[in-house]
Antibody, heavy 119, light 108 residues
Framework: QVQLVQSGAEVKRPGASVKVSCKAS????????MHWVRQAPGQGLEWMGI????????SYAQKFQGRVTMTSDTSTSTVYMELSSLTSEDTAVFYC????????????WGQGTLVTVSS | ETVLTQSPGTLSLSPGDRATLSCRAS???????LAWYQQKPGQAPRLLIY???GRATGIPDRFSGSGSGTDFTLTISRLEPEDFAVYYC??????????FGQGTKVEI
Protein backbone atom coordinates (compact mmCIF):
# COMPACT_ATOMS: atom_id res chain seq x y z
CA GLN A 1 0.00 0.00 0.00
CA VAL A 2 1.09 3.54 -0.68
CA GLN A 3 2.68 5.24 2.33
CA LEU A 4 4.30 8.61 2.83
CA VAL A 5 6.16 8.84 6.12
CA GLN A 6 7.47 12.20 7.20
CA SER A 7 10.18 13.16 9.65
CA GLY A 8 9.39 14.23 13.19
CA ALA A 9 8.47 17.53 14.74
CA GLU A 10 11.04 20.33 14.84
CA VAL A 11 11.60 23.42 16.95
CA LYS A 12 13.63 26.17 15.33
CA ARG A 13 14.83 29.65 16.20
CA PRO A 14 13.83 32.61 14.03
CA GLY A 15 16.23 32.97 11.13
CA ALA A 16 17.10 29.29 11.05
CA SER A 17 16.29 26.71 8.38
CA VAL A 18 14.37 23.46 8.59
CA LYS A 19 14.53 20.39 6.38
CA VAL A 20 11.60 17.99 6.37
CA SER A 21 11.74 14.57 4.75
CA CYS A 22 9.03 12.42 3.20
CA LYS A 23 9.80 8.76 2.51
CA ALA A 24 7.59 7.02 -0.02
CA SER A 25 6.82 3.33 -0.33
CA UNK A 26 4.33 1.03 -2.02
CA UNK A 27 4.63 2.48 -5.52
CA UNK A 28 7.19 3.46 -8.16
CA UNK A 29 8.67 6.58 -6.63
CA UNK A 30 9.95 8.15 -9.84
CA UNK A 31 6.58 8.02 -11.61
CA UNK A 32 4.64 10.47 -9.44
CA UNK A 33 5.30 14.11 -8.71
CA MET A 34 5.18 15.22 -5.08
CA HIS A 35 3.74 18.39 -3.59
CA TRP A 36 4.32 20.18 -0.31
CA VAL A 37 1.49 21.91 1.53
CA ARG A 38 1.62 24.16 4.58
CA GLN A 39 -1.10 24.52 7.22
CA ALA A 40 -0.72 27.13 9.93
CA PRO A 41 -2.50 26.46 13.24
CA GLY A 42 -6.27 26.70 12.77
CA GLN A 43 -5.85 27.80 9.16
CA GLY A 44 -6.40 26.35 5.70
CA LEU A 45 -4.17 24.57 3.22
CA GLU A 46 -1.48 26.46 1.32
CA TRP A 47 0.35 24.96 -1.64
CA MET A 48 4.11 25.47 -1.51
CA GLY A 49 5.50 23.69 -4.53
CA ILE A 50 5.96 20.55 -6.58
CA UNK A 51 8.92 18.34 -7.38
CA UNK A 52 9.50 15.72 -10.03
CA UNK A 53 11.33 12.97 -8.10
CA UNK A 54 12.87 11.73 -11.33
CA UNK A 55 15.39 14.40 -12.20
CA UNK A 56 14.59 16.70 -9.30
CA UNK A 57 13.09 19.64 -11.17
CA UNK A 58 10.87 21.75 -8.92
CA SER A 59 8.44 24.62 -9.16
CA TYR A 60 7.57 26.82 -6.21
CA ALA A 61 4.69 29.05 -5.22
CA GLN A 62 5.63 32.68 -5.66
CA LYS A 63 5.17 33.30 -1.94
CA PHE A 64 8.00 30.91 -1.09
CA GLN A 65 10.35 31.63 -3.98
CA GLY A 66 13.89 32.18 -2.76
CA ARG A 67 13.17 30.58 0.61
CA VAL A 68 12.21 27.02 -0.24
CA THR A 69 14.17 24.21 -1.85
CA MET A 70 12.71 20.84 -2.74
CA THR A 71 14.97 17.91 -3.54
CA SER A 72 14.66 14.18 -4.06
CA ASP A 73 16.76 11.07 -3.53
CA THR A 74 15.64 8.21 -5.74
CA SER A 75 17.97 5.76 -3.96
CA THR A 76 15.90 6.09 -0.78
CA SER A 77 12.56 7.14 -2.35
CA THR A 78 12.62 10.28 -0.27
CA VAL A 79 11.77 13.89 -1.04
CA TYR A 80 12.88 16.82 1.06
CA MET A 81 11.59 20.32 1.66
CA GLU A 82 13.93 22.92 3.14
CA LEU A 83 12.60 26.28 4.24
CA SER A 84 15.02 29.02 5.26
CA SER A 85 14.86 32.36 7.09
CA LEU A 86 12.14 31.06 9.37
CA THR A 87 9.84 33.43 11.25
CA SER A 88 7.06 32.77 13.75
CA GLU A 89 4.63 32.90 10.82
CA ASP A 90 6.20 29.70 9.51
CA THR A 91 4.95 27.77 12.54
CA ALA A 92 2.79 25.19 10.84
CA VAL A 93 2.25 21.59 9.88
CA PHE A 94 3.93 20.71 6.60
CA TYR A 95 2.56 17.88 4.47
CA CYS A 96 3.93 16.05 1.48
CA UNK A 97 1.26 14.80 -0.91
CA UNK A 98 1.49 12.60 -3.99
CA UNK A 99 0.27 13.96 -7.30
CA UNK A 100 -2.36 11.67 -8.81
CA UNK A 101 -2.04 12.81 -12.38
CA UNK A 102 -1.81 16.25 -13.94
CA UNK A 103 -0.65 18.71 -11.29
CA UNK A 104 -3.20 17.18 -8.96
CA UNK A 105 -5.28 16.02 -7.30
CA UNK A 106 -3.32 14.84 -4.29
CA UNK A 107 -4.25 11.22 -3.65
CA UNK A 108 -1.96 10.27 -0.76
CA TRP A 109 -0.67 12.46 2.03
CA GLY A 110 2.04 12.16 4.63
CA GLN A 111 1.09 12.37 8.29
CA GLY A 112 2.41 15.92 8.57
CA THR A 113 5.39 17.47 10.33
CA LEU A 114 4.90 20.22 12.89
CA VAL A 115 7.52 22.94 12.70
CA THR A 116 7.50 25.41 15.57
CA VAL A 117 9.48 28.63 15.23
CA SER A 118 10.13 30.27 18.55
CA SER A 119 12.85 32.21 20.27
CA GLU B 1 -4.57 32.82 -10.37
CA THR B 2 -7.94 31.23 -9.65
CA VAL B 3 -9.50 32.07 -6.27
CA LEU B 4 -11.86 29.51 -4.75
CA THR B 5 -14.56 30.73 -2.35
CA GLN B 6 -16.36 28.14 -0.22
CA SER B 7 -19.69 28.60 1.47
CA PRO B 8 -20.96 28.45 4.06
CA GLY B 9 -18.03 28.82 6.42
CA THR B 10 -19.71 26.56 8.95
CA LEU B 11 -22.61 24.15 8.51
CA SER B 12 -24.39 23.00 11.66
CA LEU B 13 -26.28 19.76 11.06
CA SER B 14 -27.27 16.49 12.71
CA PRO B 15 -26.45 12.88 11.86
CA GLY B 16 -28.75 11.73 9.07
CA ASP B 17 -29.05 15.22 7.56
CA ARG B 18 -28.08 16.10 4.02
CA ALA B 19 -25.10 18.44 3.66
CA THR B 20 -24.58 20.69 0.65
CA LEU B 21 -21.26 22.52 0.36
CA SER B 22 -20.48 25.09 -2.31
CA CYS B 23 -17.24 26.06 -4.03
CA ARG B 24 -17.18 28.99 -6.45
CA ALA B 25 -14.18 29.78 -8.65
CA SER B 26 -13.16 33.26 -9.79
CA UNK B 27 -12.68 31.92 -13.32
CA UNK B 28 -13.72 28.81 -15.14
CA UNK B 29 -12.01 25.61 -13.97
CA UNK B 30 -10.73 23.82 -17.03
CA UNK B 31 -11.75 20.22 -17.66
CA UNK B 32 -13.57 20.23 -14.30
CA UNK B 33 -10.21 19.88 -12.53
CA LEU B 34 -11.87 20.34 -9.16
CA ALA B 35 -11.25 18.15 -6.11
CA TRP B 36 -12.70 17.91 -2.62
CA TYR B 37 -10.85 16.86 0.53
CA GLN B 38 -11.95 16.00 4.05
CA GLN B 39 -9.78 16.86 7.04
CA LYS B 40 -10.40 15.77 10.62
CA PRO B 41 -8.60 17.33 13.60
CA GLY B 42 -4.99 16.20 13.86
CA GLN B 43 -5.13 14.31 10.56
CA ALA B 44 -3.92 14.90 7.04
CA PRO B 45 -6.50 15.75 4.38
CA ARG B 46 -8.11 12.86 2.50
CA LEU B 47 -9.08 13.00 -1.15
CA LEU B 48 -12.83 12.48 -1.61
CA ILE B 49 -13.71 13.71 -5.11
CA TYR B 50 -11.68 14.51 -8.23
CA UNK B 51 -12.65 15.68 -11.68
CA UNK B 52 -15.61 17.40 -10.00
CA UNK B 53 -17.62 14.18 -9.66
CA GLY B 54 -15.34 11.14 -9.49
CA ARG B 55 -15.12 9.41 -6.13
CA ALA B 56 -11.65 8.49 -4.93
CA THR B 57 -10.84 4.92 -3.96
CA GLY B 58 -12.70 3.75 -0.89
CA ILE B 59 -14.96 6.78 -0.57
CA PRO B 60 -18.56 5.89 0.37
CA ASP B 61 -21.27 6.66 -2.15
CA ARG B 62 -23.01 9.06 0.24
CA PHE B 63 -20.38 11.55 -0.97
CA SER B 64 -21.05 13.04 -4.39
CA GLY B 65 -19.68 15.95 -6.37
CA SER B 66 -21.21 17.98 -9.14
CA GLY B 67 -20.78 21.17 -11.11
CA SER B 68 -18.73 22.69 -13.89
CA GLY B 69 -17.29 26.00 -14.98
CA THR B 70 -17.20 28.15 -11.85
CA ASP B 71 -19.77 26.50 -9.56
CA PHE B 72 -19.22 23.19 -7.80
CA THR B 73 -21.02 21.31 -5.04
CA LEU B 74 -20.13 18.55 -2.61
CA THR B 75 -23.15 16.70 -1.26
CA ILE B 76 -23.18 14.27 1.65
CA SER B 77 -26.52 12.51 1.37
CA ARG B 78 -26.86 11.32 4.97
CA LEU B 79 -24.33 12.51 7.51
CA GLU B 80 -22.62 9.88 9.58
CA PRO B 81 -20.89 10.82 12.88
CA GLU B 82 -17.49 10.41 11.23
CA ASP B 83 -18.35 12.95 8.52
CA PHE B 84 -18.13 15.94 10.85
CA ALA B 85 -14.94 17.58 9.65
CA VAL B 86 -13.56 20.40 7.52
CA TYR B 87 -13.95 20.15 3.75
CA TYR B 88 -11.73 21.88 1.20
CA CYS B 89 -12.14 22.28 -2.52
CA UNK B 90 -9.09 22.52 -4.76
CA UNK B 91 -8.49 23.58 -8.33
CA UNK B 92 -5.71 21.69 -10.06
CA UNK B 93 -4.25 20.98 -13.48
CA UNK B 94 -2.74 24.40 -14.09
CA UNK B 95 0.04 26.62 -12.85
CA UNK B 96 0.18 27.32 -10.01
CA UNK B 97 -1.49 24.06 -9.15
CA UNK B 98 -3.15 23.25 -5.88
CA UNK B 99 -5.17 26.38 -5.13
CA PHE B 100 -7.44 25.56 -2.18
CA GLY B 101 -10.62 27.11 -0.92
CA GLN B 102 -10.71 28.37 2.66
CA GLY B 103 -12.73 25.39 3.89
CA THR B 104 -16.21 24.60 5.21
CA LYS B 105 -16.59 23.14 8.68
CA VAL B 106 -19.41 20.65 9.10
CA GLU B 107 -20.30 20.50 12.77
CA ILE B 108 -22.94 18.90 14.91
Amino acid sequence: QVQLVQSGAEVKRPGASVKVSCKASGYTFSKYYMHWVRQAPGQGLEWMGIINPSGGSASYAQKFQGRVTMTSDTSTSTVYMELSSLTSEDTAVFYCARDYGDYGPFDYWGQGTLVTVSS
Amino acid sequence: ETVLTQSPGTLSLSPGDRATLSCRASQSVSSSYLAWYQQKPGQAPRLLIYGASGRATGIPDRFSGSGSGTDFTLTISRLEPEDFAVYYCQQYGSSPPGTFGQGTKVEI
